[in-house]
């Protein structure tokens, strides 16, 4: 093995890790704090909640329009927030291929239950309106904290 | 997936670390980077600028909020070479 092109088994290991730990500082500059977490993911539970239910009154269609567009704000405002702090975010869809399929599969995921949510509702029973509202918001709520950017961050990242 | 190759100027702690930082996002300013690796304006300096004349990074200097800011991003090639060096290393390892 060349010296001045390779490196050995410690040092690459070494600098494996020293790389897992950099790209995982960067991704938890995306993660938004505990509380914006959880006031995000309260808005998209309720959002689901008052679309399904929508047709029923012009005051649930109310209520869908302003907690759809209170959680598009919040969103925008932490992305503003992160490029006024020096971080500038990646699109959802043009990062690496696997972080947009798993962007892509989490935002169908979302666009199933929601529309799930609404036709059970419609159909079946009210209570379906929140029960799609539960699975959003906790979707919501591991997404933002674990899925900032389409990666995993787990605590001993390892570029895996 | 990239192919796995060696770089022996991405392999320098720094240089890796800056890479590894800008692999996730679309752009970062040079002080929060510098915060990031913990090193002096000169040091990053040195680093970027190996790393810009290899193409592996660019600098765009823009004025916001009445204060000029450098932000650092990743290119297409900076990418592969980061990948493939990522690669290379875990091949190494046995991973």
């Given at each position: 093995m060349n010296k001045d092109t390779k490196a050995d088994v410690d040092a690459a290991r070494?600098?494996?890790?020293?790389?897992?730990?950099?790209?995982?500082?960067a991704l938890v500059l995306l993660r938004p704090p505990i509380w914006l977490n959880g006031i995000i993911s309260l808005l998209a539970a309720a959002a689901t909640i008052t679309s399904a239910q929508a047709s029923h009154s012009s005051l649930w269609t109310f209520f869908a329009l302003s907690t759809s567009s209170a959680l598009i704000a919040l969103v925008a405002g932490w992305s503003f927030y992160l490029k006024l702090s020096g971080v500038s975010v990646k699109s959802p869809l043009g990062n690496n291929s696997k972080s947009t399929a798993r962007n892509l599969a989490?935002?169908?995921?979302?666009?199933?239950?929601?529309?799930?949510?609404?036709?059970?509702?419609?159909?079946?029973?009210?209570?379906f309106a929140y029960l799609a509202g539960l699975l959003i918001g906790i979707l919501c709520s591991v997404g933002l904290h674990k899925l900032p950017a389409g990666e995993w961050i787990s605590q001993d990242t390892n570029n895996g | 997936m990239a192919k796995a190759c060696f770089d022996p100027l991405i392999h320098a702690h720094n240089r890796l670390q800056?890479?590894?930082?800008?692999?996730?996002?679309?752009?970062?300013?040079?002080?929060?980077?510098?915060?990031?690796?913990?090193?002096?304006?000169?040091?990053?300096s040195k680093h970027?600028?190996?790393?810009?004349?290899?193409?592996?990074?660019?600098?765009?200097?823009?004025?916001?909020?009445?204060?000029?800011r450098t932000w650092l991003s990743l290119t297409r090639d900076g990418e592969l070479a980061y990948l493939g060096h990522v690669a290379a290393l875990r091949e190494i390892v046995g991973l």
């Amino acid at each position: 093995m060349n010296k001045d092109t390779k490196a050995d088994v410690d040092a690459a290991r070494a600098a494996l890790a020293l790389s897992g730990k950099a790209k995982r500082q960067a991704l938890v500059l995306l993660r938004p704090p505990i509380w914006l977490n959880g006031i995000i993911s309260l808005l998209a539970a309720a959002a689901t909640i008052t679309s399904a239910q929508a047709s029923h009154s012009s005051l649930w269609t109310f209520f869908a329009l302003s907690t759809s567009s209170a959680l598009i704000a919040l969103v925008a405002g932490w992305s503003f927030y992160l490029k006024l702090s020096g971080v500038s975010v990646k699109s959802p869809l043009g990062n690496n291929s696997k972080s947009t399929a798993r962007n892509l599969a989490l935002a169908l995921l979302s666009a199933f239950i929601v529309l799930l949510g609404y036709h059970l509702t419609q159909q079946e029973s009210w209570q379906f309106a929140y029960l799609a509202g539960l699975l959003i918001g906790i979707l919501c709520s591991v997404g933002l904290h674990k899925l900032p950017a389409g990666e995993w961050i787990s605590q001993d990242t390892n570029n895996g | 997936m990239a192919k796995a190759c060696f770089d022996p100027l991405i392999h320098a702690h720094n240089r890796l670390q800056i890479c590894a930082l800008l692999e996730s996002v679309a752009e970062m300013e040079f002080s929060v980077v510098k915060a990031q690796l913990s090193v002096s304006d000169s040091v990053l300096s040195k680093h970027v600028k190996a790393l810009e004349q290899a193409g592996y990074i660019t600098l765009s200097k823009r004025t916001s909020l009445a204060r000029q800011r450098t932000w650092l991003s990743l290119t297409r090639d900076g990418e592969l070479a980061y990948l493939g060096h990522v690669a290379a290393l875990r091949e190494i390892v046995g991973l």
